[in-house]
């Protein structure tokens, strides 16, 4: 029951949901970068090879 009431509550506030759910996202997009550069930079220096 406790339990339960907290989940109510937590989901009863959508902006700190929503910012939770932003910062997810941004390190989701962060870390696809960042593997596109990886990806890229080791293609790049293959042709240059």
Same mark, same amino acid.
């Given at each position: 029951?406790?339990?339960?009431?907290?989940s109510s509550?937590?989901?009863?506030?959508?902006? $700190?949901?929503?910012?939770? $759910?932003? $910062?997810?996202?941004?390190?989701?997009? +962060?870390? +696809?970068?960042?593997?596109?550069?990886?990806?890229?930079?080791?293609?790049? $220096?293959?042709? +240059?090879?």
């Amino acid at each position: 029951m406790a339990s339960s009431r907290g989940s109510s509550s937590r989901r009863k506030s959508p902006i $700190h949901a929503c910012y939770r $759910h932003t $910062h997810r996202l941004k390190f989701c997009v +962060l870390k +696809l970068a960042t593997s596109l550069v990886v990806v890229l930079s080791s293609r790049f $220096h293959g042709d +240059l090879m």
